[in-house]
């Protein structure tokens, strides 16, 4: 059988291995609660009436759920933008973007083109028109490669986005105007 001092021990032990554990998630004035309601219920010295029973801690309330992350996707076509170009150009490609409290994260791939690519960027328009360049984005300067890109939107541009308003576009050496471009639309809708 323990000692009193040694179940007050064992019982501060255990408080601190909780309050340890829960100070990952935990804020550390719950931690601090936490601590004192074990040491506080250890049982008293033998022979003392009223000998409380030790009680787990507390768990502090849990933070909320981050907002759910959004899904788009784009089809990179070529895009001609006179009847020469119609003939020269060539490729494709994909992009999936993510937007998250207003952070868009936009990845994807590209190949076949028949001139290397010298920028991307994020455009505005409705579907099928052309719009004003708003967002740079990280692109291979080759024939074929990656695009990147993490983009912070206001709440309007958030909105635009969702309403299907933004599409990404690769330009080229030989297609300076545009070489190939897809919406971002919501994979349902593709």
Same mark, same amino acid.
């Given at each position: ?37 074990? *040491? ?5 010295? @033998? ?23 959004? @899904? ?13 170009? !119609? ?17 868009? !994260?936009?990845?994807?791939?590209? @190949? ?34 990656? *695009?990147?890109? !993490? !983009? ?39």
């Amino acid at each position: 059988m323990h000692s009193p001092k040694s179940v007050l021990c064992l019982t501060a032990s255990f408080a601190l291995a909780t309050a340890a554990a829960a100070a990952t998630t935990a804020p550390a004035a719950a931690v601090t609660a936490a601590v004192a309601a074990s *040491v506080e219920a250890a049982p008293a010295e @033998e022979g003392q009436a009223g000998a409380a029973k030790p009680t787990a801690p507390q768990q502090a309330p849990r933070k909320p759920a981050p907002a759910k992350a959004e @899904e788009f996707e784009a089809r990179l076509t070529p895009l001609p933008v006179d009847t020469v170009t !119609v003939k020269t150009t060539t490729g494709q490609g994909t992009v999936h973007a993510t937007l998250e409290d207003n952070t868009l !994260v936009v990845s994807g791939q590209f @190949e076949g083109l028949n001139s290397p690519v010298t920028v991307a960027h994020i455009h505005r328009a409705p579907k099928g028109l052309r719009g004003p360049s708003l967002f740079d984005l990280i692109v291979t300067k080759s024939e074929l490669g990656i *695009v990147e890109g !993490v !983009v912070k939107l206001t709440p309007a541009q958030a909105e635009d986005l969702r309403k299907e308003q933004y599409y990404i576009q690769l330009h080229s050496e030989l297609n300076n105007e545009g070489h190939l471009r897809g919406w971002l639309l919501k994979p349902q809708h593709r």
